[in-house]
């Protein structure tokens, strides 16, 4: 408004100015020309302004009459006559404030703008706060503050509730905090405040200053004395996946169990259990698969079955005990949290994801306690007393075994046997040269067996006893320094190691069975000289050692002694007497002569069994007994002698007899069979590869079976007259009741009347160059012409109704086969299940020699209408 009454009263005198009639004056004052002055606009100074017509008249100057022109940003002078301006500036503001807000009013020219609230700031001294306007200067007025205690992870404080003015600030963070679902509070022992303050929820739904936490249900004990907690699933469903920290305390009492089923199926990915715990129920984390760790407090006492069945993604577990509580004999296996019932079940109920195991305390392990379990880690506590058997099968080649205490504590555990190859720590140090400490007297049974990285041990002088299998299957174990005070080495102590050179001390009196049995590396081996007896299978498989002295002392080789070793020199002592079943046998690279001293009463059957190298043997005056098969396929035998003086056997004709029975025992290359040998031992004569010639003497009554098995250099067989038993025909040895063929050769032709060839009769014959059965003929037994290479036709005839399993087998010359009758033969496996064999199968040679020698070879043939 103010704007458009200016307008106007400046366009009035305009208008009325221009529209004036006048008339204009010539000299001497009189008027000429009379008309209307046309006025266009004013002429101005800063003082006045004028106007002037077409003609020249001018009008009477007049002062300027000013008045205020204003805008937003500034004022200025302008006249209300012609509108001259002047003096344009910014406006001189100053406040004009009151209780609900302030506005600007220019002192000069009077304009205001709109009123505002005010901009309010706090101002704060110890004990009062007002509200002071940032851009007016407006004080409030003054009040006390209001005070409380406010927390965060970094301290606490005492702050006005209105102002937030701070008064004390404590920067203790060492605070035990008690709390319950609304606040949090705690005696500070640095500031000497009791502090009581509301929860600060995060997103996680946990407090950020005491950790309390909405995800869990604190629920009194029967008593009132302590909480169980559990999860509050619906908040749970909130927040999804969290990690979870349980409180030692909640509204001033401890928290001391997990409930049943408490945490069952959570999305956990991390539990902290509180320290004062005591209890963890059955089921309590079941299905928690997000769980990778958990470490339980050693304030539990009660750990309840199948507590974390179901934790799929379980990698490491730290553990006081196992089983039910400390020293649970009954559940003292690792599968019993979850849901095994025995250590049997570990392997298809403890999660295949877990690698470590970390046991804090317990005295003992129960039998099967982590057996099957796929630990890459165990770490057993300095506590440990017992461990039972199979305790430690794990299954994983080369899992670590810490125990925190040192070497002579773990040899004072008792020591279950157990299987397993791990690598062993003692307080985190590898155990790979063993430095056993003075004092030590025993190392018990199992102590050290299956450890990977065991290099050397060194034993002390106060040493005496080794246990059983105390160091069985260290692989890479090759060196030993024995105590010279030791006294007894228990079985397989050594068994299965890599040690090169054994040295068993003078005070050693006994050891046990296979206690270096398989040590492939052993290449030195001397004994000492109080040991009388070499256990059973004490250094069997030792293929490295090449001689071996018995010491005069001992008395007896037990049996496999020395099995499947690598001796080729070998000197028995002159005290022995018993020499144990297969204690040399398989012994291959044994060669020469073999002298048994004349102290040995007994040899064992299979005692030298194998030593394919021998080339001769000397039984002594003493030998009392000597077993059937003492020195059975020693078939590289070329003599055989007996000591004067020996009344039990004798060693006629490069023959070992005994002089009772007259029982052939053992024949060798170079053999001629003494007449009054009445028996022929089974396998006495087992490849004698360079016998040409057998003479069978009338006394010999008995042969047994294979007693010239594979002598395939055989050209003439001879029976003598008068042999009521025996008879030869064309280089054929026959049983005379039978009239079967026990034994053919090379040169051999079957005569006709014989009935049966028997079993393995023309083994490896491969001189034999062809063979005719005579009608007479029934049966051929198995393997009755095996490896004989050199028959090239055969007719099987009519007449004959059976051939034995591999009857054929190994004729590779062999061409054809021609059945004179093609029906009715069946094939029977060795379960008894019999198949008809078609007559298309047989009715060619060379049909028939594939069925027979080949695809059918291993049946027994049979005619149903034989």
């Known amino acids: 408004m103010k704007k458009l009454f200016l307008f106007l009263l400046i366009s009035l005198p305009l208008s009325i100015g221009i529209f004036t009639l006048v008339g204009c004056t010539s000299e001497g004052g009189k008027t000429k020309n009379p008309h209307v002055h046309t006025y266009e606009g004013y002429q101005t100074d800063e003082k006045s302004h004028w106007q002037t017509c077409s ?40 406040w004009i404030v009151s209780k609900s807000g302030h506005r600007k009013h220019c002192k000069d020219c009077g304009y205001e703008e709109e009123m505002l609230s005010h901009t309010l700031v706090w101002e704060k001294d110890a004990a009062n706060h007002r509200m002071e306007c940032e851009k007016c200067g407006y004080i409030g007025e003054t009040e006390a503050h209001e005070t409380t205690w406010k927390t965060d992870a970094s301290g606490h404080w005492v702050e006005c509730g209105i102002c937030g003015y701070v008064s004390e600030r404590c920067k203790n963070t060492n605070v035990h905090w008690d709390f319950d679902e609304n606040y949090h509070w705690t005696d500070c022992s640095a500031c000497g405040q009791e502090v009581v303050a509301e929860h600060i929820y995060g997103e996680d739904s946990v407090c950020e200053v005491c950790g309390h936490s909405r995800l869990i249900i604190f629920t009194p004990s029967s008593d009132g004395s302590s909480y169980l907690v559990s999860e509050n699933r619906e908040e749970a469903a909130r927040v999804g996946e969290y990690d979870l920290v349980i409180p030692d305390r909640f509204s001033g009492k401890q928290v001391t169990q997990i409930k049943a089923y408490g945490f069952d199926g959570a999305k956990i990915r991390s539990v902290v259990f509180p320290d004062g715990l005591e209890m963890i129920d059955s089921y309590a984390f079941r299905n928690c698969s997000l769980l990778t760790e958990l470490c339980i407090p050693e ?39 979850f849901g095994a019932t025995s250590g049997w079940e570990n392997s298809g109920n403890v999660p295949s994801s877990l690698q470590e195991v970390r046991l804090t305390g317990g005295s003992f392990l129960a039998d099967y306690a982590f057996s099957s379990c796929k630990l890459s880690d165990l770490w057993l506590p300095a506590s440990i007393k017992t461990i039972g058997n199979s305790a430690l099968n794990i299954p994983i080649v080369g899992y670590n075994l810490h125990y925190a205490g040192d070497a002579a504590a773990w040899c004072g555990i008792k020591l279950g046997d157990t299987h397993g190859r791990r690598n062993l720590y003692f307080q985190d140090v590898a155990v790979e040269n063993l430095v056993l400490s003075d004092g030590i007297t025993e190392i018990p049974a199992y102590a050290f067996n299956w450890c990977m990285n065991l290099k050397s041990v060194s034993m002390p002088s106060s040493l005496k006893f080794i246990g059983n299998a105390a160091f069985e299957y260290c692989e890479n174990l090759t060196d030993i320094t024995f105590s010279e005070n030791l006294e007894s080495i228990g079985a397989y102590a050594f068994s299965e ?96 002569e073999l002298v048994i001293p004349d102290s040995v009463q007994s040899i064992s059957n299979n005692a030298f069994s194998r030593c394919r190298k021998l080339t001769g043997l000397v039984i002594g005056s003493g030998v009392k ?39 052939l025992l053992q ?21 004698c590869f360079k016998i040409t010639q057998l003479i069978i003497p009338a006394s010999v009554i008995k042969i047994g079976n294979d007693a010239f098995f594979n002598c395939s250099g055989l050209q003439s067989i001879v029976v003598e007259e008068g042999n009521t038993v025996y008879r030869s025909e064309t280089n054929c040895l026959i049983e005379r009741s039978t009239e079967k063929i026990i034994l053919g050769c090379n040169k051999s032709v079957i005569p006709n009347g014989v009935k049966a060839i028997g079993d393995r009769a023309f083994w490896g014959c491969s001189g034999l160059t062809e063979v005719v059965f005579p009608a007479s003929l029934v049966s051929v037994g198995d393997n009755a012409f095996y490896n004989c290479s050199g028959l090239r036709e055969l007719t099987i005839p009519s007449t004959l109704g059976y051939i034995g399993s591999y009857a054929f087998r190994g004729c590779t010359g062999l061409m054809g086969v021609t059945f004179e009758n093609t029906q009715g033969w069946v094939i029977r496996e060795t379960t008894g299940k019999e198949t008809s064999v078609s007559e298309e199968l047989i009715n060619t040679p060379q049909r028939a020699r594939n069925r027979l020698v080949s695809e059918y070879a291993s049946y027994s043939w049979i005619r149903r209408d034989f």
């Open 497 to 592: 190691t890599s040690v090169k050179e054994v040295h068993l001390p003078d005070s050693l009196v006994s050891t046990g069975i296979d206690v270096f049995s398989n040590c492939k590396s052993m290449s030195v081996l001397s004994i000492g000289s109080s040991l009388t007896k070499i256990n059973s299978g004490a250094f069997e498989g030792s293929i490295a050692l090449k001689e071996v002295v018995i010491p005069d002392q001992v008395q007896l080789i037990g049996i496999n002694a020395f099995y499947g070793s690598g001796i080729s020199k070998l000197t028995l002592g002159d005290q022995l007497k018993t020499i144990g079943t297969s204690a040399f046998d398989g012994c291959v690279d044994l060669e020469g």
């Open 625 to 663: 007994n000597i077993e059937k098969t003492a020195f059975h396929h020693c078939e590289g035998l070329e003599s055989i002698s007996v000591k004067d003086g020996n009344t039990f056997y004798a060693g006629e004709g490069n023959c070992l007899v005994h002089l009772e029975t007259g029982l």
């Open 299 to 337: 304030s539990v006492e009660f750990i309840y079955k199948n507590a974390f069945s179901g934790c799929s993604g379980l990698k490491s577990l730290v553990v006081p005990f196992l089983g039910m509580e400390a020293e649970d004999a009954k559940n003292s296996f690792l599968g019993y949290w």
């Open 55 to 94: 003609c020249g008249e001018q009008t009477e100057k007049k002062p300027h009459t000013f008045a205020w022109s204003i805008s937003e940003k500034g004022h200025w002078q302008r006249c209300e006559v012609c509108g001259y301006e002047k003096g344009q500036e910014e406006h001189s503001f100053e």
């Open 667 to 687: 024949g060798c290359n170079q053999s001629v069979i003494p007449d009054g040998v009445k028996e022929i031992n089974k396998e006495a004569f087992y490849k």
